[in-house]
Protein backbone atom coordinates (compact mmCIF):
# COMPACT_ATOMS: atom_id res chain seq x y z
CA UNK A 1 0.00 0.00 0.00
CA UNK A 2 2.97 2.27 1.16
CA UNK A 3 4.48 1.59 -2.36
CA UNK A 4 1.31 2.28 -4.58
CA UNK A 5 0.91 5.41 -2.69
CA UNK A 6 4.73 6.57 -3.33
CA UNK A 7 3.83 5.52 -6.88
CA UNK A 8 0.72 7.83 -7.10
CA UNK A 9 2.61 10.39 -5.60
CA UNK A 10 5.70 10.67 -7.82
CA UNK A 11 3.14 10.07 -11.02
CA UNK A 12 1.59 13.55 -9.68
CA UNK A 13 4.45 15.62 -8.91
CA UNK A 14 5.28 14.93 -12.64
CA UNK A 15 1.97 16.36 -13.73
CA UNK A 16 2.52 19.18 -11.74
CA UNK A 17 5.86 19.59 -12.96
CA UNK A 18 4.51 19.18 -16.86
CA UNK A 19 1.11 21.76 -15.98
CA UNK A 20 1.73 24.32 -18.59
CA UNK A 21 2.24 21.39 -21.50
CA UNK A 22 -0.88 19.50 -20.52
CA UNK A 23 -3.12 22.75 -20.84
CA UNK A 24 -2.21 22.33 -24.46
CA UNK A 25 -3.26 18.43 -24.97
CA UNK A 26 -6.47 17.11 -23.18
CA UNK A 27 -7.28 13.95 -24.83
CA UNK A 28 -10.39 12.26 -22.84
CA UNK A 29 -9.27 10.02 -20.53
CA UNK A 30 -12.00 7.00 -19.76
CA UNK A 31 -12.34 8.49 -16.01
CA UNK A 32 -12.85 11.70 -17.66
CA UNK A 33 -16.39 11.29 -17.03
CA UNK A 34 -16.37 10.56 -13.15
CA UNK A 35 -13.65 12.93 -12.32
CA UNK A 36 -15.59 16.02 -14.28
CA UNK A 37 -19.27 14.47 -12.31
CA UNK A 38 -16.64 14.90 -8.80
CA UNK A 39 -15.37 18.61 -9.80
CA UNK A 40 -19.47 19.76 -10.21
CA UNK A 41 -20.21 17.58 -6.95
CA UNK A 42 -17.22 19.39 -5.38
CA UNK A 43 -18.35 22.86 -6.51
CA UNK A 44 -21.64 22.85 -5.70
CA UNK A 45 -21.02 21.51 -2.03
CA UNK A 46 -18.50 24.10 -1.64
CA UNK A 47 -20.34 27.12 -3.08
CA UNK A 48 -23.14 26.04 -1.10
CA UNK A 49 -21.29 26.55 1.74
CA UNK A 50 -21.63 22.90 3.08
CA UNK A 51 -18.53 21.00 4.92
CA UNK A 52 -20.10 17.89 4.77
CA UNK A 53 -21.16 17.24 0.77
CA UNK A 54 -17.74 18.30 0.46
CA UNK A 55 -16.01 16.35 2.43
CA UNK A 56 -17.98 13.32 1.65
CA UNK A 57 -16.25 13.70 -1.87
CA UNK A 58 -13.12 12.72 0.18
CA UNK A 59 -11.49 8.86 0.96
CA UNK A 60 -11.39 8.79 5.02
CA UNK A 61 -7.32 8.93 4.81
CA UNK A 62 -7.45 12.42 2.46
CA UNK A 63 -4.22 14.42 2.20
CA UNK A 64 -4.72 18.06 1.51
CA UNK A 65 -1.86 20.22 0.58
CA UNK A 66 -2.55 23.85 0.24
CA UNK A 67 0.15 26.30 -0.59
CA UNK A 68 2.03 28.06 2.52
CA UNK A 69 -0.35 25.68 4.90
CA UNK A 70 0.76 22.56 7.18
CA UNK A 71 -0.42 19.34 5.29
CA UNK A 72 -3.99 18.56 6.15
CA UNK A 73 -4.10 14.68 7.26
CA UNK A 74 -7.65 12.69 7.19
CA UNK A 75 -11.54 14.41 6.95
CA UNK A 76 -11.44 15.66 10.74
CA UNK A 77 -7.89 18.23 10.35
CA UNK A 78 -9.65 18.99 6.59
CA UNK A 79 -12.96 19.95 8.13
CA UNK A 80 -11.06 22.43 10.13
CA UNK A 81 -9.44 24.49 7.35
CA UNK A 82 -12.76 24.01 5.46
CA UNK A 83 -14.79 25.55 8.28
CA UNK A 84 -12.47 27.99 8.04
CA UNK A 85 -12.40 28.74 4.61
CA UNK A 86 -16.01 28.50 4.50
CA UNK A 87 -16.63 31.38 6.99
CA UNK A 88 -15.30 34.09 4.18
CA UNK A 89 -18.35 32.91 1.96
CA UNK A 90 -16.11 31.72 -1.05
CA UNK A 91 -17.06 31.14 -4.54
CA UNK A 92 -14.72 28.54 -6.10
CA UNK A 93 -14.56 27.38 -9.89
CA UNK A 94 -12.78 24.66 -11.37
CA UNK A 95 -11.52 23.69 -14.76
CA UNK A 96 -9.89 20.45 -15.40
CA UNK A 97 -7.19 20.64 -17.76
CA UNK A 98 -6.08 16.74 -17.57
CA UNK A 99 -7.11 13.57 -16.50
CA UNK A 100 -4.94 10.56 -16.48
CA UNK A 101 -5.84 7.00 -15.38
CA UNK A 102 -3.13 5.01 -13.64
CA UNK A 103 -5.50 2.11 -13.66
CA UNK A 104 -9.26 1.44 -13.82
CA UNK A 105 -9.69 2.49 -10.40
CA UNK A 106 -7.44 5.31 -9.92
CA UNK A 107 -6.60 8.52 -11.54
CA UNK A 108 -4.93 11.42 -12.02
CA UNK A 109 -6.27 15.35 -12.32
CA UNK A 110 -4.87 18.76 -13.44
CA UNK A 111 -6.56 21.71 -13.29
CA UNK A 112 -7.06 25.51 -13.00
CA UNK A 113 -8.58 26.92 -9.89
CA UNK A 114 -9.94 30.44 -9.23
CA UNK A 115 -11.79 31.44 -5.67
CA UNK A 116 -13.37 34.56 -4.77
CA UNK A 117 -14.08 35.22 -0.94
CA UNK A 118 -14.68 37.85 1.11
CA UNK A 119 -12.26 40.33 3.07
CA UNK A 120 -12.38 43.26 5.84
CA UNK A 121 -10.87 45.11 2.47
CA UNK A 122 -13.88 43.63 0.02
CA UNK A 123 -13.59 40.98 -2.12
CA UNK A 124 -10.22 39.10 -3.16
CA UNK A 125 -9.84 36.91 -5.68
CA UNK A 126 -7.29 33.77 -6.22
CA UNK A 127 -5.77 31.63 -8.76
CA UNK A 128 -3.65 28.72 -9.03
CA UNK A 129 -3.44 24.94 -10.24
CA UNK A 130 -4.33 21.75 -8.27
CA UNK A 131 -3.43 18.14 -8.94
CA UNK A 132 -5.26 15.20 -7.31
CA UNK A 133 -5.30 11.70 -7.13
CA UNK A 134 -8.31 9.96 -7.07
CA UNK A 135 -10.02 6.11 -6.55
CA UNK A 136 -12.93 4.92 -7.81
CA UNK A 137 -15.31 3.73 -5.40
CA UNK A 138 -18.83 2.17 -4.92
CA UNK A 139 -20.85 5.75 -5.10
CA UNK A 140 -18.27 7.16 -7.20
CA UNK A 141 -15.03 9.35 -7.49
CA UNK A 142 -12.83 10.42 -4.44
CA UNK A 143 -10.19 12.57 -3.66
CA UNK A 144 -7.10 10.96 -1.92
CA UNK A 145 -4.34 13.41 -2.53
CA UNK A 146 -4.92 17.22 -3.34
CA UNK A 147 -2.11 19.53 -3.59
CA UNK A 148 -2.39 23.41 -4.83
CA UNK A 149 -0.83 26.04 -5.72
CA UNK A 150 -1.15 29.74 -6.23
CA UNK A 151 -0.60 32.52 -9.59
CA UNK A 152 0.29 35.02 -7.52
CA UNK A 153 3.59 35.97 -6.58
CA UNK A 154 5.95 34.77 -4.09
CA UNK A 155 6.27 37.05 -1.38
CA UNK A 156 10.19 37.10 -0.20
CA UNK A 157 10.46 35.87 3.30
CA UNK A 158 11.80 38.61 5.98
CA UNK A 159 15.92 38.28 6.96
Not at 22 to 35: R, T
Not at 49 to 68: C, F, H, P, R
Not at 132 to 159: C, E, F, Q, Y
Amino acid sequence: MQFKKSLMFTAALSLILAGPALGQYHEKDPADAGIQKLLGAYMTAYNGGSIDETLALYADDAMVMYEGLPALEGKDAIRVQMAEALANSPMLELESMATQSIDENTALNMGHFGISFETPAGMEKRSGYWMSVNVKTDTGWRIVHLITNSDMPMVPADM
